[in-house]
């Protein structure tokens, strides 16, 4: 069941030729694919017959979303028309008879079913006996959550997710399993008011009120002025009795607006507390530190961090490429590196590190080599581009580091903090 659950969610569904000329029709296709799913259905009533099945599943699937199930319901009756096996239209119209409390027709269209269908059994019957709407809605909620954890998060179909978490919420509105999940798919594709008006329905004796407002906070955190955004969570934060989990939300919102003394303070205090994170808050208050110039105490952290979590790739990787950069403890940096990207090879930044420790040791062909697929990887990492630039001027290979050095300038951002020193470089040259 789990494989046809995977297949079904995850299919693609792709914008077709277009099969006439219609300025509401390209917006509409345009807005739908935008995840825009109000003005995806705007003048649809009008065009209706003019649409092509995979047309008509994109509307089916907009008006689910935006909830209007009386829409959704006659764009299923239509598609059924042009295809009786039409999986999502018949999933749709059992909704909408199982809302309007037509149980006996949903029983006796199963009846006569002659194909019967895994994916509708699984949903609305249990050994032929019809569910209730709350196992229907969790049915409905088990398919969305098996997609998760069968795909990697850049293939996931958002909409065709929106569609089943929708429906689920729809059968049953008091489902907050359903209404956190559909929140979380809309922030996943910034949505984020959206996404907010569903996390705020949840209510405080709720299991999922927790969950909710750790997104409410994190929304705030990237979508708001500092100052606003800071004061919400702030809010949140004391509504919660300070729960540790929204403390870090706080905390982690510090450190990114590089509000570092404040985020250290937070975390310190969090410390206290010793939770099973324990590792990564004494990772997050050592870049703090780092960022602060406090090598001392950020060496420290990042030493008490792997001391409860030895394997970390991301701690193992900032502590050597700190010592790596005050030209310590080179050998050991080299090997913790090397475990480093052992745990972590697609990381650029990993590999950026073991690629100037390699260049510490003058092993110029293996830096080399290492930093060439961290500008495949990230071909506008600055600090990468840098680095490239300086291996190549030791292996003499003067002109590649000009123009990797020039590159370098070109797209470094204020936070890099290298462009004295590559212009230092290029004027040297140019003065040579």
């Not at 047309?55 to 009786?84: C, F, G, M, T």
């Amino acid at each position: 069941m789990k494989n046809l659950i995977f297949i079904v969610v995850i299919s693609f569904v792709s914008i077709p030729v277009l099969a006439f000329s219609s300025s509401s029709f390209l917006i509409s296709q345009l807005a739908f694919k935008n995840y825009d799913f109000n003005e995806s259905l705007s003048n649809f009533e009008t065009e209706l017959n003019i649409y092509s099945e995979i047309n008509l599943l994109n509307k089916i699937i907009a008006a689910v979303i935006i909830e209007d199930l009386s829409q959704a319901n006659k764009i299923a009756n239509k598609l059924i028309l042009n295809d009786k096996d039409n999986q999502e239209a018949y999933i749709v119209k059992l909704v909408y008879m199982y809302s309007n409390k037509k149980f006996d027709e949903i029983r006796k269209f199963h009846q006569e079913a002659k194909n019967k269908n895994e994916l509708i059994d699984f949903i609305f019957f249990n050994n032929n006996e019809l569910k209730d709407k709350t196992t229907i809605s969790n049915s409905l909620i088990d398919i969305v959550t098996s997609s998760f954890s069968n795909v990697d998060q850049q293939s996931l179909n958002y909409n065709f997710l929106l569609f089943y978490t929708s429906l689920s919420k729809i059968i049953d509105n008091k489902n907050e399993r359903a209404i956190l999940i559909k929140g979380e798919l809309f922030q996943n594709i910034e949505k984020y008011e959206l996404a907010n008006k569903l996390f705020q329905i949840i209510k405080p004796s709720s299991p999922f009120y927790i969950d909710a407002q750790r997104n409410l906070a994190f929304n705030y955190s990237y979508n708001l002025s500092y100052e606003d955004a800071e004061n919400k969570i702030k809010s949140i934060l004391k509504n919660n009795n300070n729960n540790y989990l929204l403390q870090k939300i706080l905390a982690d919102f510090y450190r990114i607006k590089k509000k570092y003394k404040l985020a250290i303070s937070l975390y310190s205090e969090m410390i206290k507390e010793k939770q099973s994170d324990l590792w990564n808050i004494y990772y997050m208050r050592g870049i703090c530190y780092e960022r602060l110039g406090d090598w001392a105490s950020a060496e420290n952290d990042f030493l008490l961090s792997l001391n409860i979590k030895p394997d970390s790739p991301n701690v193992l990787n900032y502590l050597a490429y700190g010592w790596v950069e005050r030209g310590i403890k080179i050998d050991q940096s080299l090997e913790m590196l090397k475990a480093a990207y052992n745990a972590n090879p697609e990381s650029y930044y990993i590999i950026d590190s073991l690629a100037w420790a390699y260049f510490k040791k003058n092993n110029f062909e293996e830096a080399a080599r290492l930093m060439e697929k961290v500008i495949d990887i990230a071909p506008g990492e600055a600090i990468s581009l840098d680095h490239l630039g300086d291996i190549y001027y030791a292996m003499k290979r003067k002109r590649e580091a000009i123009h990797f050095w020039q590159q370098a300038l070109e797209l470094a951002e204020p936070e890099d903090e290298i462009t004295e020193d590559v212009q230092s470089k290029l004027d040297n040259i140019n003065a040579g």
